[in-house]
Structures are given as structure tokens and as C-alpha cells.
T-cell receptor
Framework: NAGVTQTPKFQVLKTGQSMTLQCAQD?????MYWYRQDPGMGLRLIYY???????DKGEVPNGYNVSRLNKREFSLRLESAAPSQTSVYFC??????????????FGSGTRLTVV | RKEVEQDPGPFNVPEGATVAFNCTYS??????FFWYRQDCRKEPKLLMS???SGNEDGRFTAQLNRASQYISLLIRDSKLSDSATYLC??????????FGTGTRLTIIP
């Protein structure tokens, strides 16, 4: 009963390094999301994918790329990390809640520090 | 104006008290409303959906006022385990959710 799994849980990068955050869900959800959470800013959408093979920009996409590899997996890539990308990153997938719209299930997060 | 606005708190409330939070949203076309709970250094988790008729889940009651575009959450007989940040969440015609910045609640023994 894994739900949404994110790796890694923690990461420290040097400015200019690249890395990929991995996310997988086993709930057969069509839609997946990447958010970042910063103090006082709340959760901000980076990219989302409404279905396998499609991706769209969210509120703060600059400096990131994504890949929806298949229905289960949605990865987030930082090509050249910057200190401004220090944040907590959450992956989520969504499913319809009967009579109440769509609810999200989140992964446990990745704490990224760029030095 | 932010799409979803919440009082960030903190609310420091004695155990057993009743506490209420409000949240306002700007998009009158919003169709679905939720409260999420987020514990320190953890992921957000769905607490309850919010319906126009209001809904109750144990000690928690959520209300929606579409005319005034606000959502409320009432917690009765608060427990130490209720200490968390409560996120007000709204979505429109698609699946994307917009999150408030959260209201921090601490229950004091």
C-alpha cells in the first residue's frame, strides 16, 4: 500500500549540478504533479501531467523539466541547480472523490539544499 | 490578491477548547473545496472535503459560504494531536488544486 513514493528524501547539491527527483504512484491515477513548498509561500505548482505522454507548466516552471515516463512515473529534473531552488519538493497524484472533486495523495517529500 | 488566503496564525489553544479557522478564495468559479492537514516536516494529507451543505467528521466541522467565498473549519474538544498546519484548498474546473499558505495550530496542554 505504497501510494506515492518519492526519492531521494534528502539531497544537497552544489550550484550548477544537475539531478532528477523520482516519483512513482501505484494507484492507477491519471494525473500527477510536482510542487515546491517554501516558508510563507505555500505549495506552488511546478509542472503537472494530466495523462501519460502529456505535461504542462504550472506556476513556477523555470529551471525545471519533467518527464512522464509512463502512467506510474513522473520525474522532475533540475538541469543546473541554483540556491533559489532550495526547497521541499512534493509529488502528488489525484483521483476523483465522489461528489467532491479531485483529491490529492502526496509523496513524503524531498528536502533539497543547493549550496 | 492571492487566490486562497488564510490567517497564518499561530493559533495557540488550550487542550479541550474549540478553535475555528476561516479561509477566503477569489475565484467565484471554484467548484471543489478541501481542508488538508500538514504535520511538521511531513506531506499534506486530506482532512476533509467541504460541501455547500456543510459536513461534519467527528470533532471537525467544515462549512462553505459561496456567496461570501469563504470556507471554515471548526475543531471541537481539541486534542494535543490536532497540533499541525491546516491548509485551505480550492480547485476550479480541472484537477489542479490551489493551496493556501496554511494556518498553524498548537494545542497547549
Amino acid at each position: 500500500n505504497a501510494g506515492v513514493t518519492q526519492t531521494p528524501k534528502f539531497q544537497v547539491l552544489k550550484t550548477g549540478q544537475s539531478m532528477t527527483l523520482q516519483c512513482a504512484q501505484d494507484m492507477n491515477h491519471n494525473s500527477m504533479y510536482w510542487y515546491r513548498q517554501d516558508p510563507g509561500m505555500g505549495l506552488r505548482l511546478i509542472y503537472y501531467s494530466a495523462s501519460e505522454g502529456t505535461t504542462d507548466k504550472g506556476e513556477v516552471p523555470n529551471g525545471y523539466n519533467v518527464s512522464r515516463l509512463n502512467k506510474r512515473e513522473f520525474s522532475l529534473r533540475l538541469e543546473s541547480a541554483a540556491p533559489s531552488q532550495t526547497s521541499v519538493y512534493f509529488c502528488a497524484s489525484s483521483a476523483e472523490i465522489r461528489g467532491a472533486g479531485y483529491g490529492y495523495t502526496f509523496g513524503s517529500g524531498t528536502r533539497l539544499t543547493v549550496v | 490578491r492571492k487566490e486562497v488566503e488564510q490567517d497564518p496564525g499561530p493559533f495557540n489553544v488550550p487542550e479541550g477548547a474549540t478553535v475555528a479557522f476561516n479561509c477566503t478564495y477569489s475565484n467565484s468559479a471554484s467548484q471543489s473545496f478541501f481542508w488538508y492537514r500538514q504535520d511538521c516536516r511531513k506531506e499534506p494529507k486530506l482532512l476533509m472535503s467541504v460541501y455547500s451543505s456543510g459536513n461534519e467528521d467527528g470533532r471537525f466541522t467544515a462549512q462553505l459560504n459561496r456567496a461570501s467565498q469563504y470556507i471554515s473549519l471548526l475543531i471541537r474538544d481539541s486534542k494535543l494531536s490536532d497540533s499541525a498546519t491546516y491548509l485551505c484548498v480550492v480547485n476550479g474546473r480541472n484537477e489542479k488544486l490551489t493551496f493556501g499558505t496554511g494556518t498553524r495550530l498548537t494545542i497547549i496542554p
